[in-house]
């Protein structure tokens, strides 16, 4: 079975453009999550989408946002990208229910310049 | 709201020595806990987990229990290996929701020297 999967790896922009992330999640998993890590802050939660909604992000700007397709792949969006938006940007996905484990895809890292 | 405390790093141990990384949380409810680890450039591998009080989680030689009245999910590892070097992370689910959503701690940096 396929874990989750991540695009691109490797990802570089300039300051001010705009970088799309992509996300398939465990076949049969229907919520997906975003996390950023960033060098010296650590794991923090960006965006979760379930059955297609956005249900709940963390502490970002509106510049990030992202949408969840029907297969219930996502992409996550950064607008007018900044120095400080470079880092691992992770997807996870999760089957709905209590006690269920979170498995995280590769990372796709983003390095602004 | 919920938090995550773990032990600071870097841990430099030599290979064969014994591992404690501590890890205590603060939870309103009964969330469950996991560990992950983070190999160089890579993404968090799920290590361990458990769901209620007193549970032990294992995998690959490591173990960590559910401590209710210590809120504590102290990971173990009786001898390390060169190849455990890595960063790990504990964490929790999220307890005031069924969101699935995790809250991490800082990090542990484990070097290990042959």
């Known amino acids: 079975e396929a874990g989750v999967t991540q695009s691109p790896t490797h990802l570089i922009k300039t300051r001010g453009q705009q970088a799309t992330l992509r996300c398939s999640p465990i076949?049969?998993?229907?919520?997906v999550y975003w996390y950023q890590q960033a060098l010296g802050l650590g794991l923090q939660f960006l965006l979760w989408?379930?059955?297609?909604?956005?249900?709940n992000r963390g502490n970002f700007p509106p510049r990030f946002s992202g949408r969840q397709f029907p297969n219930y792949s996502s992409e996550l969006n950064v607008n007018a990208l900044e120095l400080e938006d470079s880092a691992l940007y992770l997807c996870?996905?999760?089957?709905?229910?209590?006690?269920?484990?979170?498995?995280f895809g590769e990372g796709s890292w983003l390095t602004v310049v | 709201g919920d938090s995550v405390t773990q032990m600071e790093g870097p841990v430099t141990l030599s290979e064969e020595a014994f591992l404690t990384i501590n890890c205590t949380y603060t939870?309103?409810?009964?969330?469950?806990l996991f560990w992950y680890v983070q190999y160089p450039g890579e993404g968090l591998q799920l290590l361990l987990k458990?769901?209620?009080?007193?549970d032990k989680g294992s995998n690959k030689g490591f173990e960590a229990t559910y401590r209710k009245e210590t809120t504590s999910f102290h990971l173990e590892k009786g001898s390390v290996q060169v190849s455990d070097s890595a960063v790990y992370f504990c964490?929790?689910?999220?307890?005031?929701?069924?969101?699935?959503?995790?809250?991490f701690g800082q990090g542990t940096t484990l070097q290990v020297k042959p």
């Open positions: 458990a769901t209620k009080a007193d």
């Open positions: 996870a996905s999760l089957t709905t229910g209590v006690g269920n484990t979170i498995y």
């Open positions: 989408y379930d059955e297609g909604e956005e249900r």
């Open positions: 964490a929790l689910s999220e307890s005031s929701s069924n969101t699935g959503k995790l809250i």
């Open positions: 076949s049969g998993h229907t919520s």
């Open positions: 939870a309103t409810g009964y969330p469950s």
